[in-house]
């Protein structure tokens, strides 16, 4: 089994900070790709942000320039510093975190979702 802790939404002003942090634990042997989701009201589920073993990465469109994601490997985390919030970055953001647990499963497991909301 392996858990997701997501951590670091909350209300912002336009043009301000967050900083995500989703923290893996359980039986992970190896992790692969670390993902970033949103899902605002009536819209499908999007992915923002993505960071591979080796630091690469890459973004949606419209977070280019304004988010970035890294990871902790040793820590079994990943961040995602937002900024230059804009009202439209509004949504509940989810981690997703992919790779192998000791028993050789294969695993894909999402957190609980952290709020993000930016005033205008």
């Known amino acids: 089994q392996v858990q997701l802790l997501e951590s670091g939404g909350g209300l912002v002003q336009a043009g301000g900070s967050l900083r995500l942090s989703c923290a893996a634990s359980?039986?992970?042997?190896?992790?692969?790709?670390m993902n970033w989701y949103r899902q605002a009201p009536g819209n499908q589920r999007e992915l923002v942000a993505t960071i591979t073993f080796g630091g690469s990465t890459n973004y949606a469109d419209s977070v280019k320039g304004r988010f970035t994601i890294s990871r902790d490997n040793p820590k079994n985390t990943v961040f995602l510093q937002m900024n230059s919030l804009k009202p439209e970055d509004t949504a509940v953001y989810y981690c997703?975190?992919?790779?192998?647990?000791?028993?050789?499963?294969?695993?894909?497991?999402w957190g609980q979702g952290t709020q993000v909301t930016v005033s205008s």
């Open positions: 359980g039986s992970i042997f190896s992790i692969n790709a």
């Open positions: 997703n975190v992919q790779g192998w647990t000791v028993g050789g499963r294969r695993y894909d497991t």
